[in-house]
């Protein structure tokens, strides 16, 4: 089956109903045609569609080695430089059609799932029939086009001890038991975006266990159809608040939602299962497999997308209102354009020094990919606070479209007018500024950023604990040694 089309994708998600539940209610209908997900899903349509615009055909796609089939180049195992960087052009497509507004567009997780696939004889260091299953499964997703979420987090319970120490111990889904058919999953995870408007949910381990006996129950790796029984979706309140694009342009059409996953005692079936029990694979599987290379590979390549967002919008605020003269605008504009300059050397830098790993990928190198992942967090609040400073009043001047059609009109006109534009369209530009840096949709888009690839500050010691110092504490040691011997000829 070749690479699905939007119609398709929405076919199938409405066709699986999974257990989704919003406001105390469950999804009983289409979910395409509820009002939080409506919008979110017809992008989500639109992205898939570009597979088959014949213009972006050879981008977006390539032959299967096993079907012969056009399928999506996001599962496309990299073996050359070129196909990193056909990769990155088609991450930054469909990143450019959502402005880098969907950090979990199926891409991310399809990048993660290639490595996995790609890597899968790791997983049969526990069983064989695990690597088998883990390149089946990758094979599968490809070949059928399968939209997935993920989780990977425990419950935010009590962060001071491991989840066999909570009070119960089946609030952090753990085992709970084995039997023919599958293993048997109770308890909960966090935190899947797209929860309930893909087809299936890739269950991984977090990033670390202790290793220990206790622990064991809580490491796993699967992954599941979305609909598969006692299995529950709770989602947070939607940020598509259905109104138009002119008054929500983003909240409108890139409400991603949040999704909390409760497992009742939901059997996976054995096929399905890559890793369980076994502290030390689960651990290493993210880093071992590449998945975490590649991920960042997606990750950066659509934040530049999204940073040339926001620039532009920044920009366009500048010369609306006629500010761009102020020395301290051009220095804020200028923090972007740095940033966005340096997202794009650290991808230049990933795919030049790239190198085939021992699975045959060809795999950017991740140290400045590392350092883009260590920056953005800290990079994009700014981004918001400096159109919070550079739109002041403009921010809350913000009428609706139903002002715009009442006989307000004239008053709008005249009063919101511009220095180089009417009211209708400065409104419209800075209702966009809006939704980027002060809406529900714009201040989880921050969130977002800040957390969604781990915790900022333990990525930040892995950073400093992995990166190789020595040769510059040898070379301190070396001038100081020099200064003494000066000191000894005088
Ligand atoms: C909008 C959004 C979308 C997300 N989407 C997904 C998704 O699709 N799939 C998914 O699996 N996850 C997702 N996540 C979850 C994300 O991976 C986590 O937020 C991230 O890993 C941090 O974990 P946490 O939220 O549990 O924070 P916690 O670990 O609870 O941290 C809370 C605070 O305590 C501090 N802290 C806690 N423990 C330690 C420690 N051991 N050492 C030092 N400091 C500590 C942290 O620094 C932080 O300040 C999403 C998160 C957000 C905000
Ligand atoms: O496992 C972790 O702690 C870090 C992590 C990695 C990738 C993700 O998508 C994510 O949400 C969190």
Redesign the pocket.
């Known amino acids: 089956m070749p690479a699905k089309t939007g119609k398709e994708y929405i076919d199938r998600v409405d066709k699986a109903k999974a257990n989704v539940w919003i406001n105390g209610e469950q999804v009983k209908d289409k979910i395409s045609q509820h009002p939080a997900f409506k919008g979110v899903m017809k992008t989500q349509a639109e992205l898939y569609d570009l597979q088959h615009d014949s213009a972006k055909h050879d981008i977006m796609t390539y032959i299967s080695p096993t079907s012969n089939e056009r399928v999506g180049t996001s599962f496309m195992q990299p073996r050359t430089k070129e196909d990193l960087e056909k990769r990155r052009k088609m991450i930054q497509e469909w990143a450019r059609h959502n402005n880098g507004m969907m950090g979990r567009s199926p891409d991310y997780i399809n990048s993660g799932m290639m490595a996995y696939g790609t890597a899968a004889d790791m997983f049969g260091t526990q069983d064989s029939a695990f690597a088998k299953n883990m390149k089946d499964y990758y094979e599968l997703c490809r070949e059928k086009d399968l939209s997935l979420t993920?989780t990977?987090?425990q419950p935010q319970v009590n962060r001071g001890v491991s989840a066999a120490k909570l009070p119960d111990p089946y609030i952090a889904a753990r085992i709970a038991g084995k039997n023919s058919e599958g293993l048997i999953i109770k308890g909960a995870r966090l935190l899947a975006t797209q929860g309930g408007i893909t087809d299936e949910i890739m269950v991984f381990p977090?990033?670390l266990l202790k290793q220990s006996e206790e622990e064991n129950p809580y490491a796993f790796a699967f992954s599941i159809p979305n609909n598969t029984p006692g299995l529950k979706f709770i989602c947070r309140e939607s940020f598509d608040y259905g109104k138009s694009h002119f008054d929500h342009p983003l909240g409108s059409r890139f409400e991603e939602m949040d999704t909390i996953i409760v497992f009742d005692d939901v059997v996976v079936p054995w096929n399905r299962v890559f890793a369980y029990g076994d502290v030390g694979i689960c651990n290493q599987a993210?880093n071992e497999s590449n998945a975490v290379v590649h991920?960042t590979h997606q990750v950066v390549s659509k934040n530049i997308a999204k940073t040339e967002f926001i620039l532009g919008i920044l920009q366009l605020m500048v010369e609306t209102i006629n500010i761009g003269q102020y020395q301290h605008v051009q220095e804020k504009i200028s923090e972007v354009i740095i940033a966005l300059e340096t997202v794009k050397a650290f991808i230049t830098a990933s795919e030049a020094n790239a190198k085939v790993d021992k699975w045959g990928m060809m795999t950017p190198d991740f140290t400045p990919l590392n350092i883009a992942r260590n920056y953005y967090p800290k990079i994009y609040p700014r981004f918001s606070e400096i159109m919070q400073l550079l739109g002041a009043s403009g921010l809350m001047a913000i009428p609706n479209e139903a002002d715009f059609n009442s006989e307000l009109r004239p008053d709008l006109d005249k009063y919101l007018q511009a220095a180089n534009g009417g009211a209708y369209d400065r409104v419209k530009l800075y209702r966009l500024a809006w939704d980027v840096c002060m809406s529900s949709f714009g201040s989880r888009q921050t969130l977002y950023e800040r957390f969604?690839?781990?915790d900022p500050v333990r990525m930040a010691s892995a950073l400093y604990n992995g990166y190789d110092k020595q040769e510059y504490v040898d070379r301190v040691k070396e001038f100081l040694n020099r200064t003494e011997n000066l000191a000894e000829i005088n």
């Open positions: 993920h990977l987090i977090s990033t993210y991920m969604f690839f781990g």
